[in-house]
């Protein structure tokens, strides 16, 4: 009996020992990486930063946590590396995962992917010079709807982005055809803005941040705004539905892990994620970058992508980008 004992014993203590080399140890076990999918400075680097801060000064996360910058490809290049990886990395995404897709120019889609949360938005406008001739974003939807040339329309830095696909929505909901737009294409915000400035465009459509003290300045108008409700600071500048146009258009950026995630993986991100967003740091990072909350955890998240899916994919289709 004695002997018997002894071997039950020891076949306990090696079931643990493999049990632990396994790898059935608590998540996490090891350094978190977060990847921002483009060079430091921009959207996607100051929110896989945020992210890593907060975590961070929050005692949120035990373990190190370190963001790396995988740049090319319209974020393509990070998130192909997010792919081979497992739950204790991250990536910053936006809708550029669905539009490079949907544009031919990348055969990533979000199913790949598993949905951690949406964090926050931005809203995009539509402004024209000071002295322009128009006074409402109506106005300058009908003048196109008569003569889809008759105006430039500035955007950078490419066609197919959310600058470029919320115009396209706006004069579709007008009943014009967007593929006949005359947009001129600058290498970014700051470009489409110099262009508006020096009278080289009509208008433009681009981030509320990028206009907002030009408009508070006097130097330009901006005509409306894709937000829901009108924008604090901004309560001159009226929505694209207070126009008539039934249009709520966010530009998100969100936060997604590698294919294959267990449960309880999700579930952990979940909850820290959830209770990043609650601390007054977040809070303070919203405010400083003219963001908005755009919180949704990881079910909501998934069910928002398939809806921006559909959205995007008729989008595309009418932009005329895609034949």
Not at 178 to 183: E, I, K, R, T
Not at 218 to 238: C, F, H, Q, T, W
Not at 268 to 280: N, P
Request: proline content about 4%; overall charge negative.
């Amino acid at each position: 009996m004695k002997k018997i004992g002894i071997l039950l014993l020891l076949m306990a203590i090696l079931t643990a020992c493999s049990n632990s080399a396994s790898g059935n140890k608590e998540f996490p076990n090891k350094n978190i990486e977060i990847v921002a999918p483009a060079s430091p400075g921009g959207g996607w680097d100051l929110t896989a930063r945020s992210i890593q801060q907060g975590l961070k000064d929050n005692s949120l996360v035990d373990s190190n946590i370190n963001v790396i910058n995988k740049p090319g490809g319209g974020g393509e290049v990070g998130w192909k590396y997010l792919e081979s990886k497992d739950a204790h990395f991250l990536a910053v995404n936006s809708s550029l995962l669905l539009t490079n897709n949907l544009l031919g120019q990348s055969q990533l889609t979000h199913k790949e992917f598993t949905p951690i949360a949406t964090l926050a938005t931005e809203w995009i406008s539509i402004a024209v010079p000071v002295d322009s001739e128009f006074k409402s974003a109506d106005e300058v939807m009908k003048k196109l709807k008569e003569d889809p040339k008759s105006l430039k329309i500035g955007v950078g830095p490419a066609l197919g982005n959310n600058d470029h696909l919320s115009f396209v929505q706006a004069f579709s909901e007008y009943g014009g055809d967007p593929s006949q737009l005359d947009f001129l294409v600058y290498e970014g915000g700051g470009d489409v803005v110099t262009a508006l400035l020096g009278n080289h465009v009509d208008v433009i459509t681009t981030a509320l941040s990028e206009v907002k003290d030009q408009h508070l300045a006097g130097k330009l108008k901006i005509l409306a705004v894709s937000s829901e409700e009108r924008v604090e600071e901004l309560d001159d500048v009226p929505t694209w539905t207070e126009q008539g146009v039934d249009m709520v258009f966010p530009h998100w950026r969100g936060i997604m892990g590698p294919p294959d995630m267990t449960e309880e993986e999700i579930a952990y991100w979940d909850e820290k994620i959830g209770e990043l967003v609650k601390t007054e740091q977040w809070q303070k990072v919203l405010e400083n970058n003219d963001w908005d909350d755009f919180y949704k955890n990881s079910s909501e998240t998934k069910s928002f992508l398939e809806e921006q899916e559909k959205s995007y994919t008729e989008l595309v289709n009418n932009s005329g980008l895609v034949k």
